[in-house]
């Protein structure tokens, strides 16, 4: 297993050359200065100076957890010893305003309690986002040439990355971000996010074995595989404070029973859903816009689905192969159906399109052996290509016409 640390890397890397370009991936850290902040230990006193990015470990002592509180705060719980900080730089590139913590020495802890301060600073973030491109290169430079192994274990020192014998873990109302791998593959059965958390990383608890979690009010973000493949996840609350669902956020969540999409969310992110063949009920709010592609692929157990009003547009194959399906009503804001939106729904029997969509792509409904009525509530105009067409408003011609004789064309109105 320790091998797919290499998978994770991998994809934090495309990340990163994908938002910032390819020769962002070989630029220095802008905290390059020469001006390092003095580290404090956690009792205050002046120590070492500290390594830009946080990429070197401390000296001996700064790792622990173990801080004095301030000044007339209550007594805090014992934090877990051996945790690794990275220094956090403001905007000027050389102020530290906090931390970020992984796993570090502590890696096979089974109980993991994370401080609110170290060095008298905020600890902000677990892991830290994917779009940290200085820090991420850092931990490339330290890495290359490792062994497996010992990539490994690089990997688990600034996240918390298959740390197999984690039970529980507390994290502090500081922290406003779950980086990117925070908890891969991590084994603990519940976990409580904070409400200062706005942004869940890429792939933060991709694996994890948790059957349920609540998304904070705090939380806009959850980004690509953040949840992927978390097989004995049945149940997830989604705030109304989520504004994007990423790509592959729940991907694979077999187990996940029912799901409502708030209306603040503006697009359902590409496979954001797919093959959670367990799914029977997805409620999309009104104030989503967009259905991404793949969004619910091969969700087998969906029966019906209703498009509210707000959304414009259906990308390709966002319901292909929900052979469950029996039901869709498509709402009066959607112009477009992308190619193969619905194709191999073999279920199907009903469609209503709204009186708003202006283009059907090829293959929407290719593969609806069972679809026999389709309910046009604007007939008129369409066109195959540069075929017109008639008689839509006779429900069963019109799925003739989208299931097999027009269904390799692209549909126009207007």
């Known amino acids: 297993m320790k091998h797919k640390f290499l998978v994770v890397l991998m994809t934090i890397a495309t990340a990163l050359c994908m938002a910032f370009g390819f020769t962002a991936c070989g630029e220095k850290n802008p905290d390059e200065t020469g001006k390092n902040p003095p580290v404090v230990d956690p009792s205050g006193n002046q120590g070492n100076q500290g390594t830009q990015g946080g990429t070197q470990k401390p000296d001996e002592g700064e790792q622990s957890g173990t801080q004095k509180p301030d000044e007339g705060e209550q007594e805090p719980e014992t934090y877990t010893e051996g945790l690794f900080y990275a220094e956090m730089y403001g905007e000027d590139g050389t102020t530290v305003i906090g931390y970020s913590v992984g796993a570090g020495e502590a890696a096979d802890e089974e109980e993991i309690v994370i401080p609110s301060k170290y060095n008298n600073l905020p600890v902000l973030s677990i892991s830290r986002s994917d779009d940290d491109e200085a820090f991420w290169n850092k931990v490339f430079e330290e890495g290359e040439g490792l062994s497996d192994e010992a990539m490994f274990t690089l990997m688990q020192k600034y996240t918390f990355y298959n740390c197999e014998n984690l039970k529980k873990i507390t994290i502090p109302d500081s922290v406003t971000t779950i980086g990117q791998a925070a908890f891969t593959e991590c084994k603990f059965t519940s976990i409580t996010i904070p409400n200062s958390v706005t942004t869940i990383g890429q792939a933060a608890f991709t694996e994890c074995k948790f059957t349920s979690i609540t998304i904070p009010n705090s939380v806009t973000l959850i980004a690509t595989g953040a949840f992927e493949s978390c097989t004995e996840l049945t149940s997830i609350i989604i705030s109304n404070s989520v504004t994007t669902i990423g790509m592959a956020a729940f991907g694979n969540c077999i187990a996940l029973t029912s799901i409502t999409i708030p209306g603040n969310v503006s697009e359902i992110g590409e496979s954001a859903f797919a ?140």
């Not at 967009?290 to 498009?307: M, R, V």
């Not at 290509?385 to 299931?403: K, M, P, R, V």
Request: net charge negative.
């Open 275 to 414: 093959f959670c063949e367990g799914l029977t009920s997805v409620i999309i709010e009104n104030g989503v816009k967009t259905i991404g592609s793949n969004a619910f692929e091969a969700c087998s157990g969906l029966t019906e689905i209703t498009i509210p009003n707000s959304v414009t547009s259906i990308e390709a194959a966002a319901f292909a192969h929900c052979s469950g399906l029996t039901s869709v009503t498509i709402g009066n804001g959607v112009k477009t159906i992308g190619a193969s939106a619905f194709t191999q729904c073999s279920g199907l029997t009903s469609v209503t399109i709204g009186s708003s969509v202006t283009e059907i792509e090829h293959h929407a409904f290719s593969g609806c052996s069972n679809l026999k009525e389709v309910h046009f509530k604007n007939p008129n105009g369409w066109k195959a290509g540069s075929i017109s067409l008639s008689g839509l408003n006779d429900s069963a011609q019109a799925a003739e016409y989208l299931t097999k004789t027009y269904c390799e064309y692209d549909w126009k109105r207007g």
